[in-house]
């Protein structure tokens, strides 16, 4: 049977100088995602701040989209409480393609519906680490050779899938549906729909783009 839509409220990005921080905060509080250009190439993110132990809030996908692993929570007005990270200036592109795709939207979120199996975007070209609790799933499923050579290799002391030549999941059928979806990798299970990473891999893999298209696109 196919599954049915998952609906997801997102974050809009919205972009703000530092004359308006309250503004940007209040934006921010009402569930959206603040961009502050604190100096012309320096940009600061805030977004609500992120409940202990979710994996898949949407903020912190935010911050993974800019090569980050941590975030900090801001103690100062009028962002107090609120998560916060700097982007690095090598992001900056991609904070000014969040607000360039989200100008098209009114508001501080969006609710949309996405079909995985009409997309299967963030089954191509994604690496997918295998932590401990991936290999005993594989190995308690009599699935062990997920681990190893053709199928997995180490690499810089990590464990991951390999990809076919053409950089899809060797996984992905095509039905867009998981050849191992019962013991898919974490890195798979957790991988939240509508983040930004999700976002970014609909429009790079697919042209999908959920709001302003780039320019000259």
């Not at 992905?172 to 970014?200: K, M, Q, W």
Request: proline residues 6%; hydrophobic residues 40%.
């Amino acid at each position: 049977m196919r599954m049915a839509r998952t609906r997801v409220t997102r974050p809009i990005v919205r972009s703000f100088n530092a004359r308006f921080v309250s503004a940007a905060a209040a934006h921010v509080r009402a569930g959206g995602h603040a961009v502050v250009w604190e100096a012309p190439r320096r940009a600061r993110l805030y977004f609500p701040r992120p409940a202990d132990g979710d994996e898949s809030d949407l903020g912190w996908w935010a911050v993974l989209d800019l090569g980050k692993l941590r975030w900090d929570l801001a103690t100062r007005a009028p962002f107090r409480g609120l998560g916060t990270a700097l982007v690095p200036r090598a992001q900056n592109d991609i904070v000014a393609r969040w607000i360039e795709r989200d100008s098209a939207w009114p508001g501080t979120t969006r609710t949309v519906a996405f079909d995985c199996l009409a997309c299967g975007a963030c089954c191509r070209d994604n690496f997918v680490t295998l932590l401990a609790p991936d290999v005993e799933r594989f190995v308690a499923a009599g699935r062990a050779d997920l681990t190893r050579p053709p199928l997995a290799r180490k690499k810089n002391g990590k464990l991951s899938l390999v990809l076919l030549r053409s950089k899809d999941c060797r996984f992905l059928g095509e039905d867009n549906r998981c050849g191992i979806y019962t013991i898919r990798p974490d890195a798979c299970s957790e991988f939240p729909v509508g983040s930004e990473c999700c976002l970014y891999a609909r429009e790079e893999e697919l042209g999908l783009y959920d709001g302003l298209a780039p320019a000259g696109s």
